[in-house]
């Protein structure tokens, strides 16, 4: 099953494509749309991104961020595409790009990790999180008739693997900085620097493996059943914080939680943060979660744990509290209720806890079950596919479309538009 994104997505015929997630998962896709008879073009603004894509049809922006919006218009009126895909839509050159598209009827499909995990990204047209076109009304919903989807097939992505690609693409960019002088990514990804977070990364993951293992135990226990609420933490720099919440970052959530949680919370309950899996390079919360816990009185019933088997913690968890991170969504899954603290996609009346923090604590209440498994199945239908961006794409397909059709689409796709000028760009 692919999503209804991905269907319109493929009903299109001239598509420009900007970054993409590290790794190869942008030239798989090109693949499938042209084989499906697609004119596809591509981006790339550094040397990470030639390392994982390349071709005739790659175009290469070389100039200062502030000239980019002058050289994407001309490259749209010269190339005509009628799609736009890219990933990540808070990106700045990505920002710069999706208004001018709109404005010549483009349509903007765009990637994003996936709200359902593991083993999708999410695919929208228009914009993903809190830019969703889904319905936030649960009438909408209640309305849809059940129906059984098919389980996804695994992707098997590792930690090793992102770690893998992560360095590679640094190395790349770090290769071709005399190409590319004026790119700068929305993060810092200094070669030898990025090399020794995700080796400090992979230090993290087995030390705290060995310093949580009672805690697994501890947690899982039937004495703590419904007696903790979870707070899952995001990676630091993730839009969904920096754009789509009122936080700075990770430390204002924790210090609004922890704050709450010492004023409101039943005296018999604990609080357990979970750190995200992929900010193990870059965060660690050990110093300042103590810090903080015992200046609000509450160290003895708070607890930060980084490698537990998140299905058990949603399940024996009171409530969870979350900015908007997808852990709702499995927590909803499990039928722990669930409070959101930013704008969040499955923030639907009825479905979430429809109040302040500091009365969550209280009375968290319960999940409707029928109305979360009607959301989640039009959520998968429509934005999901089964796929990693760092390992396998079991959900993207390899088209059989006849070659003589294919030819014929892309001929008419591609004449008569020229595609020399924006190359000269420098």
């Keep these: 099953m692919i999503p209804h994104s991905l ?3 493929l009903s299109r015929q001239r598509t420009l494509m900007l970054q993409g997630p590290m790794g190869d998962f942008f030239a798989r896709l090109a693949q499938t749309l042209r084989s499906n008879g697609q004119a596809v073009w591509k981006i790339n603004f550094n040397g990470g991104d030639d390392l994982f894509f390349s071709g005739t049809d790659v175009l290469r922006f070389h100039q200062p961020a502030a000239y980019f919006a002058e050289w994407f218009a001309h490259l ?8 736009l895909v890219l990933f990540g839509q808070s990106r700045p050159l990505h920002a710069m790009a999706i208004p001018l598209a709109r404005a010549r009827g483009l349509a903007v499909f765009v990637f994003e990790e996936g709200y359902v995990r593991p083993d ?5 047209q228009g914009g993903v999180n809190a830019a969703s076109t889904l319905p936030r009304d649960a009438a909408y919903y209640r309305a849809r008739l059940p129906e059984t989807l098919p389980a996804p097939q695994p992707t098997h992505q590792t930690f090793g693997q992102v770690a893998k690609i992560a360095i590679r693409y640094a190395l790349a960019c770090r ?4 190409t590319y002088p004026h790119y700068r990514h929305h993060r810092e990804i200094d070669t030898v620097a990025e090399g020794l977070r995700w080796v400090r990364g992979w230090a993290r ?23 903790f609420f979870l707070a899952p933490l995001q990676v630091w720099n993730d839009s969904q914080i920096v754009v789509h919440s009122r936080y700075g970052e990770m430390g204002d959530f924790i210090d609004e939680v922890l704050s709450s949680f010492s004023l409101h919370a039943p005296a018999d309950t604990l609080l357990v943060f979970k750190h995200h899996p992929l900010d193990r390079p870059y965060s660690d919360y050990t110093a300042s979660i103590a810090r903080r816990a015992e200046e609000f009185g509450v160290a003895d019933r708070v607890r930060y744990i980084h490698d537990q088997h998140l299905p058990t ?11 908007n991170s997808t852990t709702g969504l499995q927590a909803l899954f499990h039928g722990t209720p669930v409070i959101t603290l930013g704008d969040a996609v499955y923030d639907v ?16 209440g ?5 109305l979360f498994h009607a959301f989640r199945n039009h959520l998968v239908t429509e934005t999901q596919l089964n796929a990693s961006f760092y390992a396998d794409t079991p959900g993207l397909p390899t088209y059989a479309m006849s070659s003589s059709t294919a030819l014929s689409r892309r001929l008419e796709a591609t004449s008569p538009i020229p595609r020399a000028r924006p190359q000269s760009a420098a």
């Design 7 to 9: 269907d319109h997505l």
């Design 366 to 370: 319960t999940v409707d079950a029928a």
């Design 205 to 227: 993951k087995h030390w705290h493996h060995w310093r949580e293992r009672k805690d697994s135990a501890f947690l899982a226990a039937p004495e703590q059943h419904k007696r």
């Design 349 to 364: 009346e009825d479905l979430v806890f429809d109040g302040e923090l500091d009365d969550f604590w209280k009375n968290p």
């Design 76 to 83: 749209l009126d010269d190339l005509q595409p009628d799609t």
């Design 313 to 323: 913690l949603l399940r024996q968890a009171r409530g969870v509290i979350t900015v």
């Design 175 to 178: 290769a071709e900085r005399r």
């Design 120 to 124: 999708y990204v999410t695919l929208e």
